[in-house]
């Protein structure tokens, strides 16, 4: 059983940084594509970054601002956001998909505001 838990969310003023987490366990990160994926109020969920052995995709609005990373000994992917925007405020989910499924945490909320 795959299980995806995300921390590292909160509130963040504009130009601040946060870096996410996703810890995954029943599956090995660094064997499978993984991705962050965003979804304000009132909007489609959209992919932010992936990581895919050693390549790494990220959506235009991000480039330059935010990295997605993983640390194969903790099992875990990030996501560190600099330069935070107010439209950067999402609840984030990070998804793994292994084998034709794809699993998805629960997702973690940020908000930048002051």
Known sequence: QVQLVESGGGLVQPGGSLRLSCVASGSIV???PMGWYRQAPGKQRELVAHISGGNTGYVDSVKGRFTISRDNAKNT???Q???LKAEDTAVYYCKLSRS??????QGTQVTVSS
């Open 30 to 32: 660094s064997l499978y």
């Open 77 to 79: 992917v990030y996501l």
């Open 81 to 83: 956001m600099e330069s």
């Open 100 to 105: 034709g499924n794809d699993y998805w945490g």
